[in-house]
Every structure is written in structure tokens, then in C-alpha cells.
């Protein structure tokens, strides 16, 4: 495919694709992106790319064919949504290929700069928001990246590479496909918030799923995890490395094998000491003003990761109660009319939908729907009978959730739309009819039937209630 020497083919024209691209560019590095569509659009940024000196190439499917030949020495980079497992990368890797994802790059490029890498299958983007919030109000410089925001490779560019001096932490969300991908990456802390079936399309099992995750924290010099959430509850004691433990409620609550390095009693949050003796009276439980239990996890897990880094109680308080909320994740829009409207779009399977019908007071109407994910819908169903008066579906997965519903027993109002936008007007007219002062759009869906992704969807939800 080329003659170069040492070439790295980055295969992909998406976000992550170009970021590492424009990342081997700047390092003089010889690098080649190619893509298996040719659209106009994607003509349009091979084009903004190739006067940048990056050779881009479309309609190339990812095939062995396609590839050859590929110089001794030659890397190929894909990006998450590319199956690790994928029967090309398969082969390539037998034929002494390397292959890798797309957070490698950055990863090495950043070596100056220590990462605090995030994952977990609910809760992983608010904890990356606030410890960047924190560590920043704290006046370090702590961007964020990986799987939310910036790329990773775009962020080492911008933040790494053309900057005066390097960042003092790297806040990274990691995707389960990142870390799969990615096995060298080693974070200075690693946090891993929760563990509930999710992806088992593309892992399997959920022995795999899992086992990925805790890869991550493995290679972690200090481990953060959650001891509220039960998977990770139940494997405490096959942990031989020391973990940092959190809960959100009373450490006497915890069995014996676990002993937290945070917990919350009396309103406090409390930190052990080092002597073991009396514990540190840290800061105000309630200095996060958004709703729910899993909220008060997720503070917890931000202040063990800003503890590393050395901020007080005090610092860590007045930067909690600032947090202005994370888009797309029970992101408070407007009151219109006495309706409080949510966006939940960044939940995309039941689990996190269910944390989101938990955390607001009922009754209210739910809007749910969009591509549907492999997982037990029995604990959102039940959510959703205690706390939804009714429940508007639209998307690709509307008939799949109608008899989800009427087996679960739900028992209020049920709607059909093929969209948002008559979904929205729709929950506008029901809830003042049945007393709700919330809607709240949380899908437990992915968004690709309709969207490129939950943020597309979030945005356009935003619109269409902003436009009441």
C-alpha cells in the first residue's frame, strides 16, 4: 500500500481517526488514514487533511486486500468502534502486525504527564467531569479526554505537544473497547465506578466484560473503586494489590475485607487517616448539587483521585459546589409551565436508566427508545412502575420496550412515536394532564437507529424543549 518505512495506517475518518493522524503528523511521523466510505462529506475532510500533509484514502474497506502490501515494521491504529476481534486485525496480528487502538498514541506521546484513567459502565463521564473540575479549580491544569470530549490524541496535540508546558494530570475516560485496544496503558490512578452488563454484544460474557475493565486497574498505581456497586462488592477479596475503597454510606456497613479510604456519616464525608485512628472530618456530603445516591458515589470517587493529587477538604468543597453538571446526563434544561424537563440521553442501557428514574421524585413522564442493547430490563421496568405515570417510546426499539412493559406489568400510560420530535410536544401535553412536574428523557438505548451518537440526540431534545 505504500513503500514507507515504519508507516502507521490509522483506519478511520471519524474524530478519533483524524486526532491520531494530526497527533504522528506533528511527531514527523510517516502515517496514512484510510476509510471504507466516500461520502461528500468525508471528501470534505480528506481534503482539509490532505493540505495539512497527511496522505487520506476513501473507499478502502479493512480488508487483507486492501492492506497489502504493508512494509516490515507497519502499524495499524483503529478506532473503538472497530471490533477488537475483527477477522482482518485477527490476521494482521498473526502475520507480526502491530495493531492498536486509538489512545496508544496519545499515551506515548504524553509520557510527561501522569493520567488518572477512568472507566466502569455507568457513572465514568460525570466522575471524569468532576475531577478535571476539581483538580482546574484548584488552579492545576488537568484537562480531560479519551472517550468523552476531546480524543485522546487530540488532546495530547493540543495540550502536550504544542503547549508551552505540559499539563500536571490527564483526565482520561476509557471505554471498555479503549482498554481492550490499549493494554500498555498504565494511569498513575485508576477509578473504576461501576460494573453491570453492558456491551455483552461485542465482549460475550460478562466474565470478559469485566475482566477488561479490571485490566485497567491492574496496570493502575493507585486503584479507585466503589465499593457500593455490587459486582465490584462481591470480588473485593480476590484484590492481592492494595485498593482504595469509597462508599457513600457508613464504613460500619461494609464487610470486614473492606476497609474505605472514604465514606459519608452524618452529612460528612470522612477520610481514613494514616494512622487508623481517628478519621478526618474532610467536607459537607451535600456539596454537589446534583440529585441522587450514585451522585454521592461518584464525589467520592473525584475526592479519592483529587487526594492523590494533594488538594484539601476545603479546595476539593468550594470546587464540588461550582460543578455546573454534565451535559447529557441528568442535565436540568428548563421549567416550562411548571414541567421540569431532564436530559438523560448519556443513558444508554437499563442500568443507567434506571439510576436516572431513581434519582428524580415521581410521578413523571419517561421518553425511551432508540436502538436497543442486550441486558435485563427487569430492574428499569420496576423503576419505571414506581416512578413514571407514563412512558413515551419512540425509536427502532418501540416495539421491543412496548412488550417489555406490558410483561413487566406496567400499568400506566403507554405512547408510541417514531421520533423526538413529536415525543417531546406529546410528554409536554401528558404531564400536566397526569400531574407529573418532570419529564425526562433517560432512552436505555444506544442512539445509532436515529443519531450519530447520544449526543446528537441530547442536543436535539435540548432544541425541541427549548422551543416550547
Known sequence: MSDSAQLTIVVGLARSGIGVARLLRAQNRPVQLIESNNTPELQVRAEALRAEGIDVRLGVPLTLEALDPLPAGSTVVVSPGIRWDHPTLKALRERGITVQGDLLPAWQASSATPWIGITGTNGKTTVTHLVSHVL???????????????????LVLERCLQAPQPPDWLVMEMSSYQIEAN???????????????????????????????????????????????????AHAGTWIQPVQWITAGPRGALPPEI??????????????????????????ADCLAMPGDHNRQNLLMAAAACLRAGLSGAQMEKAFGAFPGVPHRLE??????????????????????????????????????????????????????????????????????TTLLSGGGYGGDVHRCEGLADAVPLAAELAPKLGCEVVLLSPACASFDQYSDFEARGDHFRQLVLAL
Open 136 to 154: 482546574e479549580q484548584a488552579g492545576l491544569n488537568a484537562p480531560m479526554g479519551g472517550n468523552v470530549g476531546f480524543s485522546g490524541a487530540e
Open 183 to 233: 493494554p500498555q496503558i498504565a494511569p498513575a490512578v485508576g477509578i473504576w465506578t461501576t460494573l453491570t452488563p453492558d456491551h455483552l454484544e461485542r465482549h460475550g460474557t460478562l466474565d470478559a466484560y469485566r475482566a477488561i475493565k479490571r485490566s485497567l486497574l491492574e496496570r493502575s498505581a493507585v486503584r479507585i473503586l466503589n465499593a457500593d456497586d455490587p459486582d465490584l462488592r
Open 332 to 401: 436540568r434544561i428548563r421549567q416550562h409551565g411548571g414541567i421540569h424537563w431532564f436530559n438523560d440521553s448519556k443513558a444508554t442501557n437499563y442500568d443507567a436508566a434506571e439510576v436516572a428514574l431513581k434519582a428524580l421524585k415521581g410521578p413523571l413522564v419517561a421518553l425511551a427508545g432508540g436502538q436497543s442493547k442486550i441486558g435485563d430490563a427487569s430492574a428499569w421496568v420496576a423503576a419505571l412502575k414506581a416512578k413514571a405515570a407514563a412512558v413515551v417510546l419512540f425509536g427502532a426499539a418501540a416495539d421491543e420496550f
Open 259 to 284: 476497609e474505605p479510604l472514604l465514606w459519608i456519616e452524618d452529612g460528612r464525608v470522612w477520610q481514613r487517616s494514616e494512622s487508623r485512628e481517628l478519621p478526618i472530618d474532610l467536607m459537607e
